[in-house]
């Protein structure tokens, strides 16, 4: 028996697709969705649940690319796995993206009793460039927003002890049980799990690192691969979906799964696929329902008004300051919350955004608006500290965020329950405050304001005074 753990955050008819490819009535399939994801994919998943099972669902979670969260879920995947039946002996980690390159005969041969594929390079073997990457990966202290990413608020000294230990490869794996109980029990408590928290990109380090000290106690863990990925270099593109030839390729040198899948599969890996596959798409709609249609997400109307009201409160105490709602007028939901502050005094290469992907949790940063570039060195911006963003999202990626030491928070905050945002709004004045004293003269200059500006500062003065008025007038004692 084998229990897949399957992460999933957009496409039904991925999923469903793969739950046949995959299906066998002795396997155990237990999935992660984030919650983020479409509607129809968590009912999607409930529905599968419901008609079969062996089939359960974690309950979701604002999931983030490259953050703590991914480990988190997966450890707590192992350990419902363990809990949940003792008869299984492999844990195989996948994506809705995967496909299998084996049917299901070959791939029970290809999992042998006891052992664990995992790709763990040790970070000695890593390339000059590798090596760069891998270390800066743990150069911050790193905060998760949920559902955005992680955040460096401080740096941290490089560590040759911990990098000499550690062992680098893919978020992509089969473990055996013993090693599953292994990283449930005794892996925790090591010291270099803590270190993993704080990290970026600790999928693909920690599982590998823990199971390198593990000095048999996890069992025989083979240093390989298993997920077959189209990278750029290899398909000749950025997209990372792979083509007919790259799944036969794969198939002929004995990788075990390929991604990330197409949205109409080829016809003849689609052939390949549903000769082996446990079910039809027809046994499946009769057990779960038919594939329900994804729908264009909308811009959440919460976020919208919360959105507004924070730009007013910011706009009403401020001099100059432009509030801009991009994601939200554009309808997009990563993160689903995000707004653009700038002055008539910050330089022309900054600005001030806060973002959030839940509504509650809310991070406020400085951030350069120099194009995106994968450059791990340490920079500063107008004198200041600013770190490279790896935040899977075209605003962040690879972009730099100049710190703020002056708040202690490092931009994070947390609605309180009474739903009020007077501490967000301090917090943007804050970095706002912080933007303009970046590239300041030393004997300011004197300029006329344009009549734009004036217009604006006239038109925040007034809705402040406006406001005030109708709250004095609130308390005021009836006659």
């Given at each position: 028996?084998?229990a897949?753990?399957?992460?999933?955050?957009?496409?039904?008819?991925?999923?469903?697709?793969?739950?046949?490819?995959?299906?066998?009535?002795?396997?155990?399939?237990?999935?992660?969705?984030?919650?983020?994801?479409?509607?129809?994919?968590?009912?999607?998943?409930?529905?599968?649940?419901?008609?079969?099972?062996?089939?359960?669902?974690?309950?979701?979670?604002?999931?983030?690319?490259?953050?703590?969260?991914?480990?988190?879920?997966?450890?707590?995947?192992?350990?419902?796995?363990?809990?949940?039946?003792?008869?299984?002996?492999h844990?195989?980690?996948l994506s809705?993206q995967?496909?299998?390159?084996?049917?299901?005969?070959?791939?029970?041969?290809?999992?042998?009793?006891?052992?664990?594929?995992?790709?763990?390079?040790?970070?000695?073997?890593l390339?000059?460039?590798?090596?760069?990457?891998?270390?800066?990966?743990?150069?911050?202290?790193?905060?998760?927003?949920?559902?955005?990413?992680?955040?460096?608020?401080?740096?941290?000294?490089?560590?040759?002890?911990?990098?000499?230990?550690?062992?680098?490869?893919?978020?992509?794996?089969?473990?055996?049980?013993?090693?599953?109980?292994?990283?449930?029990?005794?892996a925790?408590?090591?010291?270099?799990?803590?270190?993993?928290?704080?990290?970026?990109?600790?999928?693909?380090d920690?599982?590998?690192?823990?199971?390198?000290?593990?000095?048999?106690?996890?069992?025989?863990?083979?240093?390989?691969?298993?997920?077959?990925?189209?990278?750029?270099?290899?398909?000749?593109?950025?997209?990372?979906?792979?083509?007919?030839?790259?799944?036969f390729?794969?198939?002929?040198?004995?990788?075990?799964?390929?991604?990330?899948?197409?949205?109409?599969?080829?016809?003849?890996?689609?052939?390949?696929?549903?000769?082996?596959?446990?079910?039809t798409?027809?046994?499946?709609?009769?057990?779960?329902?038919?594939?329900?249609?994804?729908?264009?997400?909308?811009?959440?109307?919460?976020?919208?008004?919360?959105?507004?009201?924070?730009?007013?409160?910011?706009?009403?105490?401020?001099?100059?300051?432009?509030?801009?709602?991009?994601?939200?007028?554009?309808?997009?939901?990563?993160?689903?919350?995000?707004?653009?502050?700038?002055?008539?005094?910050?330089?022309?290469?900054?600005?001030?955004?806060?973002?959030?992907?839940?509504?509650?949790d809310?991070?406020?940063?400085?951030?350069?608006?120099?194009?995106?570039?994968?450059?791990?060195?340490?920079?500063?911006?107008?004198?200041?500290?600013?770190?490279?963003?790896?935040?899977?999202?075209?605003?962040?990626?690879?972009?730099?965020?100049?710190?703020?030491?002056?708040?202690?928070?490092?931009?994070?905050?947390?609605?309180?329950?009474?739903?009020?945002?007077?501490?967000?709004?301090?917090?943007?004045?804050?970095?706002?405050?912080?933007?303009?004293?970046?590239?300041?003269?030393?004997?300011?200059?004197?300029?006329?304001?344009?009549?734009?500006?004036?217009?604006?500062?006239?038109?925040?003065?007034?809705?402040?005074?406006?406001?005030?008025?109708?709250?004095?007038?609130?308390?005021?004692?009836?006659?």
């Amino acid at each position: 028996m084998t229990a897949y753990f399957i992460t999933c955050h957009q496409s039904p008819a991925f999923v469903r697709d793969q739950f046949r490819f995959l299906y066998h009535p002795d396997h155990l399939y237990l999935y992660h969705v984030d919650a983020k994801a479409p509607v129809v994919l968590h009912e999607t998943v409930r529905h599968l649940a419901q008609a079969f099972p062996n089939v359960a669902v974690l309950p979701s979670r604002h999931y983030a690319w490259a953050s703590y969260s991914q480990v988190a879920t997966t450890l707590e995947a192992v350990a419902w796995a363990l809990k949940a039946a003792s008869a299984w002996s492999h844990f195989v980690a996948l994506s809705e993206q995967h496909c299998p390159l084996r049917d299901p005969a070959e791939m029970a041969a290809a999992l042998q009793p006891g052992v664990s594929s995992v790709g763990m390079t040790p970070f000695a073997a890593l390339g000059p460039g590798e090596q760069e990457d891998v270390a800066h990966r743990s150069s911050m202290d790193y905060r998760e927003l949920p559902g955005v990413g992680s955040f460096g608020v401080a740096p941290l000294a490089r560590d040759p002890a911990f990098l000499a230990r550690l062992h680098h490869g893919s978020n992509w794996y089969v473990l055996s049980r013993a090693a599953c109980a292994y990283l449930n029990d005794a892996a925790p408590a090591l010291p270099d799990a803590a270190r993993f928290r704080r990290m970026v990109h600790a999928d693909e380090d920690m599982v590998q690192t823990l199971l390198a000290q593990a000095d048999g106690r996890a069992g025989t863990v083979a240093d390989r691969e298993t997920t077959f990925v189209a990278w750029p270099h290899i398909i000749g593109d950025d997209s990372m979906i792979f083509r007919e030839a790259d799944f036969f390729a794969a198939r002929d040198a004995d990788w075990l799964f390929i991604r990330k899948r197409p949205t109409t599969l080829p016809e003849r890996v689609a052939a390949t696929l549903e000769a082996s596959a446990g079910m039809t798409e027809a046994e499946l709609t009769t057990a779960a329902g038919t594939c329900p249609e994804t729908v264009p997400a909308l811009p959440d109307p919460d976020g919208v008004a919360l959105a507004r009201r924070v730009a007013r409160a910011v706009v009403r105490r401020g001099r100059g300051v432009r509030a801009d709602l991009p994601n939200l007028r554009r309808g997009r939901r990563d993160p689903l919350f995000s707004l653009t502050f700038q002055t008539d005094r910050i330089p022309d290469d900054v600005e001030v955004r806060v973002v959030s992907q839940n509504l509650q949790d809310f991070r406020v940063l400085l951030l350069a608006i120099a194009p995106p570039a994968i450059d791990f060195s340490t920079r500063h911006i107008h004198g200041r500290l600013a770190p490279l963003l790896r935040i899977r999202s075209d605003d962040f990626y690879c972009r730099r965020e100049i710190l703020v030491p002056e708040d202690p928070a490092h931009g994070f905050w947390t609605r309180p329950s009474d739903g009020s945002v007077s501490g967000l709004v301090r917090r943007i004045e804050l970095h706002l405050a912080a933007a303009e004293t970046l590239g300041r003269r030393s004997e300011p200059l004197v300029q006329p304001r344009p009549l734009a500006v004036a217009a604006r500062e006239a038109a925040a003065r007034w809705r402040s005074a406006h406001g005030m008025l109708r709250r004095l007038l609130r308390r005021r004692p009836a006659a």
